[in-house]
C-alpha cells in the first residue's frame, strides 16, 4: 500500500485548515477557497504532491482539473518537490541598477546551480519584482524576504542555512 | 539640491517608524477610528459625498475617483456587495503599500470599516500578493485586534444590526490578480484571468455581487478625510486630486525610497532634494525616469520639471500609476532596461489574449537580439510593430487586449523608441552593446 499522504498530526492540521477557510466563503462557493487551501496543502508537505491536489479538490468540491489549473497558474505554488531552500533572487529594473544580475551570477556559482535548477538543498530562481525596490537588491528564501543585499549579507544568510 | 520642495504634513506615513505603530493601542492613541466614529452617526449617502467631495482619486494605478467609483454601487441589489482590498501591489517599480500594512495596517482597516458601512457590505477580503508573508502576518494580527476590541463583528464597532467580517486572502505569485477582475476571479478560487468589462465589478463583481475593489493606499486615506473632513482633504492637492500621495523613488539615486509628497511635487524634486532621493551617484547625470511603475511611458532627462500626479503626467502622454518612479542613470543601457522591462510582461501574460500572449515573447525576442548586436535595422521597425500590435500609442488605453496589462506591455516599448531610438540604432550598427559589460552602469555595492 502506498504511504498515507499525511501524517495523523497534519491530516488534522489540514481538517482544521480546511474548516477555516470554508468559513470564510459562502455555503455554495466552495471552491473560492482554492488558493489558500492549496497553500496549507504546501505549507504541511513542502509542495503540492498530486494525491494532496486531488483531496483538496474533493473537499472544495471540484474536480482535480481544477486544481491542477489553479496550482499551474501561479508561480509560488511548487507542483514539484523543490530543494529545501527556495531562493528567489530579483533581477527587475531597479534591482539589476543595484547590481542584482550581478548577485546572481554569484549565487549561481557559490551554489553551483543555474537559475531553474534544483539539488537536495536549494532551488535557485530568478524571479520578478518583490517591491523591495526602494531597498534593492533583494531576495526571498522560503518566503522571508532580505533585502539591501551587500556580499557580506549575503554570505551571513547563507552560511545560517543548514 | 538643498531642501527647496515644499514640504506637506504626512496625512498616511505620519506614524511610520513609530514604536509599535502597527498596534491598535497606537492607533487609537492618534485619534484613530476617530473617522468610523464620524461616519457612523452620518447617513451612507452622506459619506459617499463626502469622499466625493475630498477629490480622492484610486492609488493603484488609474486614478479613478473614488467617491464616484463607491456611487456606481445600486443601492438597491438583493444580492450581497462585498469590498475586495486590492493588496496585490505587483507593478516593478512600486512599493508603498507594503510600508502601510507594516507600519499602520488600522489606518486601511478603518478605511475599509468606512467604506462599507457607506456601501452596505458586510463581508470584506483583503487580497494581498503572496509574496507578501511578513506583511500578512501584521494585517492579519491587526484584523484580529479588530475583531476583539468590537470593531469588525457582529456590531461594527458597536453600531447595532451591522455586521462587518473581513478575511485577509494571499495571493500566489501572478502580478495580473492586481487588475480588478482577475483579482476577483482569483479570490473566487480560480486562475488570474481578467473579465470583459463591462459589465463593472461594481454591478457584477465577486460571486456575481455589486463589489467594490479599492487600492490599500486609497482606503487608508479614507479614514482622515472623514475625520478631518472633504474640504481640508481636497485643499491639500491640486485642483482634480486630491490630498496627498506615496511615491516610490527606486533605480539609480542615492536614496531610494518611499516618500509622502503634495501633488505639485515634480519629478526632479523628488530625485534631488535632501528630503527626497538626494541627488544622483556622483558623476552621474539622469537618462530617463519612469513616472508611475514599469508600465508607464519613459521620459528624457529634459521632461523632469512635472509634477508627478495623474492630469500633469497625462500631458506628457504617460501616467502616475502606481506612484513608482524609476531613475536611470547615463552609464544605463536603454535597450537592456526595456528588455528586462518586457521579459517581465512576456512572463506575467496570463495567455488569454493572442496580442498579448503572442506579443510579449516576441518583443522579449527582438530585444534581446538587438540588446546582443545581431540585430538589423528593420528588427527595431518590427519592435515597433510588435508593440502596436499589442497596443498603439500615443495616446494610452488603445490596447488590443481584454485587460490594461496589453497596454502595459506595450507602453514602455513605444515610448522607449521614441526617446532613444538613436541608441537602438547604435546597437545594430556596432553589433555590440555600446555599454559593453556594463548595461547597468556600477552603481551600489555588486559594481
Redesign the interface.
Known sequence: MAEPLFTPEEQKKFDAGIAEILS?Y?SD?K??????A??LLQDLKGWLPPEGLRLVAKN?EVTPERAY??AS?????HLKKPGKYVIDVC????C????????LA?LEQKLGLTAGETNDKFTLRET??????????CL?IN???HER???AKLDAILARLS | MASTAKAVEPVISAAWGKPQSWTLDSYRSRGGYDGLKRALSMEPAAIIDEVKKSNLRGRGGAGFPTGMKWSFVPKDSPKPKYLAVNGDESEPGTFKDRYILENDPHMMLEGIAIASYALGVHTCYVYLRGEFKFQAERTQAAIDEAYKAGIFGKSLMGKEGFALDCFLVRGAGAYICGEETALLESLEGKKGWPRLKPPFPAVVGLFGSPTVVNNVETLASVPPILAKGAEWYAKLGTEKSGGTHLVCLSGSVNRPGVYEVGMHTTILELIHDDKYGQGMPKGRKVKAVIPGGSSAPVLGADELDVALEFEALKMKQTMAGSGGVIVMDDATCMVRSLWRVARFYAEESCGQCTPCREGTPWQTRLLRKIEEGRAELSDIDMLSNVASSIAPYPPIGLGNTICALGDAAALPTHSFLMRFRDEFEAHVREHRCPFGDRPWGSFGDWS
Open positions: 470564510h459562502p462557493r471552491s473560492a477557497g482554492m488558493l489558500p492549496l497553500r472544495l489549473e489553479v497558474f501561479y508561480v509560488m505554488y533581477t527587475n529594473l531597479s539589476s541598477l543595484w547590481g542584482a544580475e550581478k548577485m554569484y520578478e519584482c518583490l517591491a523591495s525596490c526602494g531597498t534593492a537588491p526571498q518566503e522571508d524576504h543585499l551587500t556580499q
